[in-house]
């Protein structure tokens, strides 16, 4: 079992930037493949950044290629979301989410595939 708690959201204007961080307890972190989704209201849930358990390979979504940064401290249990340049459409509440992997090196870019996820953390960017 692991628990994820998301933190770091709030309101920013656009062309602004905000840093989330999840924090994981239970099993060792790097056991875990990990993900950022995000879900803004009347939508549903989709990707936003995945990393590998070791950290060596990463995925975005075309939407925020380039100005998200997803990195994860396994020595602290934590993962971060850095966001740059963002826009009024990256407003949602962005989720953590952990998928148990014996391959540290893959990554996974499908909700259904993960295991655990976190309550959540709003994001809004005003225009």
């Known amino acids: 079992q692991v628990q994820l708690v998301e933190s770091g959201g709030g309101l920013v204007q656009a062309g602004g930037s905000l840093t989330l961080s999840c924090a994981t307890s239970?099993?060792?972190?790097?056991?875990?493949?990990m993900g950022w989704f995000r879900q803004a209201p009347g939508k549903e849930r989709e990707f936003v950044a995945a990393i590998s358990g070791n950290g060596a390979n990463t995925y975005y979504a075309d939407s925020v290629k380039g100005r998200f940064t997803i990195l994860r401290d396994n020595a602290k249990n934590t993962v971060l979301l850095q966001m740059k340049s963002l826009k009024p459409e990256d407003t949602a509440i962005y989720y953590c989410a952990a998928k148990i992997t014996y391959y540290s090196t893959t990554y996974y870019s499908k909700d259904v595939y993960y295991d655990y996820w976190g309550q959540g953390t709003q994001v809004t960017v005003s225009s």
């Open positions: 239970g099993r060792t972190l790097s056991t875990y493949a």
